[in-house]
């Protein structure tokens, strides 16, 4: 599985940005997808997920950390094998590297980061 994430940049608090992830190579009975970041001297963290992907029988499932709730959204354009996240009101403490990452029979595999930095 390959992953390609773009869409980070400088923003200012208060901002949006939305990034993308598309999957490509051996990418059937991938069973999750999602965004990680890791702030400058801390450790990497789950951002937001969706499990169930491959799952017909079940809905999804969306997960978000308590920090990003009501103001980041994940989703999936299955067509494009891409995953997005939304962030709206962005703040200064949101600033690190997002990773997409993917879990394809229980090995995880991750996009190269991008770089999200918000501040005035």
């Known amino acids: 599985v390959q992953l390609q994430a773009s869409g980070g940049g400088l923003v200012q608090p208060g901002g949006s940005l939305r990034l993308s992830c598309a999957a490509s190579g051996s990418i059937s009975s991938i069973s999750a997808m999602g965004w990680y970041r890791q702030a400058p001297g801390k450790q990497r963290e789950l951002v937001a997920d969706i499990t169930n992907w491959g799952n017909t029988n079940y809905a999804d499932s969306v997960n978000y950390a308590d920090s990003v709730k009501g103001r980041f959204t994940i989703s999936r354009d299955n067509a494009k094998n891409t995953v997005y996240l939304q962030m709206n009101t962005l703040k200064p403490e949101d600033t690190a590297v997002y990773y997409c990452?993917?879990?394809?029979?229980?090995?995880?595999?991750w996009g190269q980061g991008t770089l999200v930095t918000v501040s005035s």
């Open positions: 990452n993917a879990v394809r029979y229980g090995s995880t595999y």
